[in-house]
């Protein structure tokens, strides 16, 4: 599926970026595998703990007690502020709980993903199961499928 994505980035002359938080790079790691992906995948930020979530996103502090950063809100806030920061065209997000504890306001597995462009943007909250890794896993294969279904969709 991310040659279809590939493609679609290509025809249409886009720039891909990520804000990553439970997957921890693992979507853009996967993008810089592909050959050639310098035409098309700018960069990511990895914003893990909230600190970096603020410092580098704008997200305020307070979210973590209000709706907590595994829910739309955060996911939504992710993605606006990571369009102005990255310059991209397209940007994907994850935030979420792998485990072993949950984040405050949601229970390991939980994870939010979306993708947006300047215009519109595509929200879902998924419950994936098993171990850190799986979790991990599960979500950049729905960040990826997700992706696919935007770029379908709006292009």
Not at 89 to 104: C, F, H, R
């Amino acid at each position: 599926m991310i040659e279809q994505v590939i493609a679609q980035l290509m025809q249409h002359q886009l720039t891909l970026g990520s804000v990553e938080s439970v997957t921890g790079g693992a979507f853009a790691s996967q993008c810089v595998q592909i050959p050639g992906a310098s035409s098309w995948f700018k960069g990511s930020l990895v914003t893990y703990q909230m600190t970096a979530k603020h410092e580098w996103l704008d997200i305020p502090l307070s979210l973590s007690s209000e709706t907590g950063l595994v829910s739309e809100t955060a996911t939504a806030l992710m993605l606006k502020n990571g369009l102005r920061k990255l310059g991209v065209e397209i940007l994907v997000v994850s935030t979420g709980s792998a485990g072993p504890t949950a984040e405050m306001h949601s229970s390991v597995g939980d994870v939010y993903l979306g993708v947006a462009n300047q215009t519109k943007s595509l929200i879902r909250s998924y419950f994936f199961t098993g171990n850190r890794e799986a979790i991990r896993d599960q979500s950049v294969g729905a960040m990826i499928a997700l992706l696919n279904e935007f770029l379908h969709t709006y292009y």
